[in-house]
Structures are given as C-alpha cells and as structure tokens.
C-alpha cells in the first residue's frame, strides 16, 4: 500500500514528449470518467468527478504539471475547488431528480435547451465570474496567465453549473473552455497536458452530440408537478 501511495505522489508515466505525473494522470481518468457518466445522465457522474477535482488541485496548486515543477497555475486549481462546490450541487439536485422519477430513459435527468432568461443568468454569471477570477488571480494569488485563467475558472464554474441545471448549453462552453485551456498548457509549455485535454475535448464534443439528441426526445418520466416544483431549485 506505502508504495502505490508514494507512486501516486511522486510517480510519473513517459508519453510522447515528455512524461506525466501519476496524480495527473489518474486524476484527468477520473474527469473523463465523470465526463462520459454525465453523457449518460447517471448520478455518478458526480462523486467519480469529486475525486478528480482533489487530485488535479494538488497538481496544479505545487505546478507539479506534466513532471515539471513550476510556477503554480492557480486558475486551474481553483477551478477544482469551485468544481467541487458546484458537484455537491449538482449531485444533491440530479439525485433528487433520480428520486422523483427521473427521465423517460433511466437517466438522472432530461436535457433540455436553456430559456433566453437561463441564458441571460449565464451571460451576467460569466461575466460577474470572469471579473471576480481576474481581480483574484492577479491581485491576491497570482496567476502565470491572467487573462486566459480567470476565463478558465469562469467557464468551467459556468458549465459545471448548467450540467447540474441539465442545459444543453454546458457542453458549449466546455468547449470554449477546453480551447482556451489548450492554447494556454501549449504557451506554458506544458505539451504532454494539452495533448491529454485535447484528447478530452473530443469527448466533450460528443457529449454535445448526445445531449442534443437527448433534448428532442427525452422528457421527465414523473409527471407530478409539486416533486418537479421541489426539485427546481
């Protein structure tokens, strides 16, 4: 047992390129595993991502990113903690969803297109969020990118936000997310890790896929309105 441990802290896998931390690794697995159960709409989608969010801020909150021991990239390891806040969130309402019935194909809940109101919530929220991670990153932690780590963080709260909401639209911004996130690894130098969220974005783009197929023909299987007024939240 001492010795997977000390593989996980300290260990690293070759790749192309370069090699990868074991957290980093094991880490980004469990975010995909997390990825493709919120594809399906399965609950435990929630709780396999929490598990990944403490792995990857450990490595990006030391810069122990890609074997490099570097300067820390704090929009990405915040990202986790608000990653985390928001999952409990989202784990707590697609349960209570589940319970209820959940939707008409066994999944937790049924995708739908935001409102132009949803929208316009997700609009104000992206830019109170960016403004707040901006002011952040630069004036009380530090950040080796700013500019791009205050929309990583922003986006990324954003998404996990509207999975939790069940709107088609999270997928969207994940892949605006996942651009930004890309460019900025590439820029840091960081080639092994874009390769590997490039690798991930594919798979958010066939989520995109499947939800908007999911939209036009899933419906919620309960048709109780006070359990679906209980659980709008």
């Known amino acids: 047992m001492n010795d997977v441990l000390e593989w996980l802290v300290h260990g690293t896998i070759p790749v192309p390129g370069g090699e990868l931390g074991a957290r980093e690794v094991i880490g980004n697995l469990f975010g995909l595993a997390s990825a493709i159960l919120g594809m399906k709409r399965f609950v435990w989608a929630w709780p396999i991502g929490l598990i990944g969010n403490v792995l990857l801020f450990t490595v990006f909150a030391t810069g122990e990113l890609s074997g490099q021991i570097d300067e820390p990239l704090w929009g990405q390891a915040g990202r986790q903690v608000f990653f985390a806040i928001v999952s409990v969130y989202g784990w707590w309402r697609w349960s209570q969803l589940r319970q209820a019935g959940g939707a008409s194909d066994g999944g937790a809940i049924a995708p739908r297109w935001a409102t132009n109101a949803e929208r316009l919530q997700l609009l104000v929220m992206g830019v109170v969020g960016y403004a707040a991670a901006y002011v952040l990153l630069t004036q009380v932690l530090g950040s080796w990118g700013p500019t791009t780590e205050a929309w990583i963080l922003a986006g990324s709260m954003l ?3 509207g999975m ?3 709107w088609v639209e999270f997928w969207l ?5 996942d651009v ?3 460019t900025t690894l590439v820029q840091a130098g960081y080639y092994p890790t874009a390769g590997m969220y490039l690798f991930y974005a594919v798979f958010v783009v066939i989520g ?3 939800w908007l197929r999911d939209a036009r023909t899933v419906t919620d299987a309960h048709d109780d309105t006070d359990d679906k007024q209980a659980i709008r939240v």
């Open 180 to 182: 930004v996130g890309v």
């Open 208 to 210: 995109f896929v499947v």
């Open 164 to 166: 939790a909401r069940g």
């Open 159 to 161: 998404a996990t936000y």
């Open 173 to 177: 911004i994940w892949i605006l997310v």
